[in-house]
């Protein structure tokens, strides 16, 4: 007997292979085309590096060299410790900002007022790049050259800050963690034309005072940090350090030149003694010429203000003098517009 096996003919019929695997490609190349794409930030909260606010940033985190001038004279240097120095024949190695006391007594007695190095030294510059120095030529160069007025000494930032990198060519983004000035100065340097950066928000800045100011956006970030260029002075003193020293005692002038012109002799036993109440006396054996001075602060530098009572030429002193460097026993003046350059310097008595 035959049995007859009856078959649905609404059978599942099956999916050749290779459908299967082309489906799987074009799902896989989907799956990583959205994986690939990025949404960029809405417009006002990307900056680039030609953006104002970033070389603001970068002037923020820049280091100032004035910890060391008792070394280098330069506020666009930063010696790298230990050095070994000479200062009116004595050799002193320079093992730690301890160590500069002992510098700064030995220039008391020094009528050079002159510290030379034995090289070769090792020297940072403003944006954390380190150089190798061989000769004296090569420190008084580089000094010559170097910017050392643009940074911003009255604020800072309080770190962790977190950049997003979005790079508009090929949208792959990045996302950074930046924990103290000199990496800073490091991301910016290598940013490139093109990418776009989006800092997180809220940042904290810490101003001269000590206080904190919380930072929601760019705008606000801008206006803190060029607010702060007159909370204090480029040379990371007090005001009243420098009116202390200032009026202790009697001063001389050690140098006046003008327009690379040498004055020098025109006050020449000259004795100046700065009153704390601001009056200005310039005592020659008989002669005493009086005037007034005061200091004050012109973004971010700070300047002693020379008024004499007296006529040409004596009266090329009467300048609004930039402070460069002082100590107990030396003050350097500087005033530089577009047409000369005048530098001027006192000794203690």
Not at 79 to 99: F, G, K, M, Q
Request: with cysteine.
């Amino acid at each position: 007997m035959k049995h007859l096996i009856q078959v649905n003919s609404k059978r599942n019929n099956p999916v050749p292979v290779g459908l299967v695997i082309i489906a799987l490609l074009f799902g896989l190349a989907g799956c990583q085309e959205e994986d690939s794409f990025i949404q960029l930030p809405p417009d006002g909260s990307v900056i680039t590096i030609s953006s104002p606010v970033t070389d603001l940033m970068f002037r923020v985190a820049k280091l100032d060299g004035s910890s060391d001038n008792v070394l280098d004279n330069s506020s666009c240097l930063t010696v790298v410790l230990p050095v070994t120095v000479v200062v009116d024949d004595e050799i002193i190695i320079v093992n730690s900002p301890a160590d500069f006391d002992e510098v700064e007594d030995e220039l008391d007695d020094d009528d050079d007022n002159s510290v030379d190095f034995i090289y070769p030294i090792q020297v940072i510059l403003p944006d954390y790049t380190k150089v190798t120095l061989a000769s004296k030529q090569a420190l008084d160069n580089l000094i010559s050259s170097c910017e050392d007025d643009d940074d911003f000494e009255c604020i800072d930032f309080k770190y962790p800050l977190v950049f997003t990198l979005y790079d508009a060519n090929n949208q792959v983004s990045d996302v950074i963690t930046v924990t103290n000035d000199e990496s800073m100065c490091n991301f910016i340097k290598q940013l490139r034309q093109g990418t776009l950066i989006s800092l997180q928000f809220p940042v904290t800045m810490i101003l001269s005072s000590g206080s904190q100011v919380v930072i929601s956006n760019y705008d606000e970030l801008e206006k803190a940090i060029r607010d702060s260029d007159d909370d204090c002075d480029d040379n990371d003193a007090d005001d009243s350090d420098f009116i202390t020293i200032l009026t202790d005692g009697s001063w001389r002038i050690d140098s006046f030149i003008e327009d690379s012109e040498d004055h020098t002799s025109n006050w020449q036993d000259y004795a100046f003694v700065f009153n704390p109440n601001g009056t200005l006396t310039a005592t020659r054996g008989a002669s005493i010429l009086t005037g007034t001075w005061h200091t004050d602060t012109d973004d971010g530098e700070l300047e002693l203000n020379l008024q004499l009572n007296v006529g040409d030429p004596l009266d090329e002193i009467n300048e609004d003098w930039t402070v460069i460097s002082y100590n107990s026993s030396t003050i350097e003046l500087s005033d530089d517009d577009d047409d000369d350059s005048s530098q001027l310097i006192f000794k203690k008595i």
